[in-house]
């Protein structure tokens, strides 16, 4: 019987795996008649057996999860942590470990591009998307943007596959092409480390995809990792990872994931079918068509994304990987993707103008990297920043420096808001520019009172929201509500 394991915030993403057909119409589902017997277990003690269906056993609380060791397979949710010390008693009981972003990747990787990175892995989705479309290849987003993978009806055109590091820890079989946005510092305790969290974002390509597209800088990453090594001209997958489908989706092909050399696992280099992993990164020529496209955009059409931001970036490693799907991107095609383009929620969104001050929504900058991107898209303003959010031991150095660089004219407040919001500035030399608020409300006030007329006021907090809010867009609204309030 199959067992499901939900957790924590996300307990109920496991639903989405009962309520659907898996890869190649196999059900995941307990309908009337069915002989597929269930084991739902949720350690959140408050969880209900709600939208699951009838006939399966529910368990609740911490003493849930004994009740997995009865299931021939476990589908887990996102939720449930890659370190939770009850994964390793199932792996001892040989109970195999997937999810509902594996099972879907094993019946539909020809089909798919797959994306990942710490920041901007949405915003790339999206541009993917658009361009294929635009290029006359039916295609949709879905994943961790949008529809989830088991709940999508079968479809003959391409999948572009937003995955979180959560969903990639658990793949076995990686998407046809994958791209790695970027590298940041991001989930370190849910993955167990930095490292860690690292690898577990490679799997998107480990597991056997064709093509894996990244900058540079990423490369360089992935190969100070040993997951990818340099050899003449291209790269081989580094001694330890491999795409069997015996891996146990908890790591490489280490002494726990049951890989045997004898069943064509060769400690990673080369892919099993002996075909070999193809690396692109963006050449000059791609560039030089990004900039002319966003150039010819005009400018009152032109998103604050690909004024100054990190939208350059995303639409490169889009063209890549379209081209890597095997279609021909013009610039033509890019200025129209560009000029309709409509940014995502909570990145960079407009709120409003209110008192002399153009407010901007950045709840889902969580990593001092994208604080730095979103302080970049407003090269000639000045910026009033609103920072701070859940703390995770994050290293904020980098920003506090790029802070220091900023001049009293581009930078004239910095506005701490819990629970971290003086850590996430600590390396910030010039503390005459900052003021610590109490809470999101006493900040917003304090910044219509002081904020020099003109300014940008931008909330780009650096660290999730989880510690005094549900999610991300419970702490956008309230921003939202008091900016409005204002008028």
């Not at 990787?109 to 901007?120: E, L, P, Y």
């Not at 480990?206 to 992935?222: R, S, Y």
């Not at 068509?289 to 032109?302: F, G, K, M, Q």
Request: aromatic share 6%; net charge negative; proline share 6%.
């Amino acid at each position: 019987m199959d067992g499901i394991w939900g957790s924590g915030r996300e307990g109920h993403a496991a639903a989405d795996y009962l309520d659907s057909s898996g890869p190649h119409g196999m059900s995941h589902s307990s309908p009337p008649g069915s002989s597929v017997a269930m084991i739902i277990a949720d350690e959140n003690a408050g969880a209900s057996a709600e939208g699951f269906p009838p006939g399966a056993s529910f368990f609740a609380g911490p003493e849930a999860l004994p009740h997995l060791l009865d299931a021939s397979r476990v589908i887990l949710s996102p939720g449930v942590p890659g370190v939770h010390p009850f994964r390793r008693a199932l792996s001892e009981a040989g109970i195999p470990l997937t999810s509902g972003t594996d099972l879907w990747m094993q019946g539909h990787r020809d089909q798919a591009i797959g994306v990942t990175g710490t920041k901007g892995k949405s915003t790339t989705s999206s541009l993917i998307t658009a361009i294929l479309n635009r290029c006359g290849l039916p295609t949709r987003t879905a994943g961790n943007i949008g529809t989830p993978l088991l709940g999508l009806p079968e479809y003959d055109g391409t999948t572009v596959v937003e995955l979180s590091s959560y969903q990639c820890h658990s793949l076995t079989v990686s998407p046809r092409v994958s791209v790695i946005v970027n590298l940041y510092q991001e989930h370190l305790t849910w993955h167990g480390g930095l490292e860690e969290y690292w690898r577990d974002k490679c799997r998107i390509f480990t597991q056997g995809a064709d093509v894996l597209v990244a900058d540079c800088e990423t490369l360089d990453v992935i190969v100070v990792l040993g997951v990818l090594v340099r050899e003449g001209s291209g790269y081989r997958l580094g001694l330890g990872f491999c795409d069997s489908a015996q891996n146990d989706g908890d790591g490489g092909c280490g002494a726990d994931s049951g890989c045997d050399p004898d069943d064509g696992c060769d400690g990673g280099n080369r892919r099993n079918d002996g075909g070999t992993l193809r690396v692109v990164t963006p050449t000059e020529e791609t560039r030089t068509l990004v900039a002319r496209a966003i150039a010819s955009v005009p400018s009152e059409s032109l998103p604050r994304l690909f004024a100054s931001g990190p939208g350059a970036h995303n639409l490169t490693l889009a063209v890549c990987a379209a081209q890597a799907w095997g279609v021909e991107v013009s610039e033509d095609i890019l200025v129209d993707v560009i000029s309709t383009f409509e940014s995502l929620p909570h990145r960079l969104a407009f709120v409003g103008h209110v008192g002399g001050l153009d407010w901007y929504d950045d709840t889902l900058s969580t990593a001092p990297e994208s604080v730095i991107a979103a302080l970049d898209s407003f090269p000639e303003r000045a910026v009033v920043l609103i920072a701070g959010g859940q703390s995770r031991g994050v290293d904020y150095n980098n920003l506090g420096r790029f802070l220091t660089t900023l001049p009293a004219g581009r930078l004239p407040l910095v506005v701490t808001i819990p629970s971290n919001g003086p850590e996430v500035i600590a390396s910030f030399a010039d503390g005459s520019r900052v003021q610590h608020a109490s809470s999101l409300s006493d900040a917003v006030r304090l910044i219509a009172d002081r904020a020099p007329s003109g300014s940008v006021v931008l909330l780009s907090p650096g660290a999730p929201s989880y510690d005094l809010y549900a999610n991300f867009e419970q702490k956008s609204a309230e921003y939202i509500r008091l900016v409005t309030e204002l008028e």
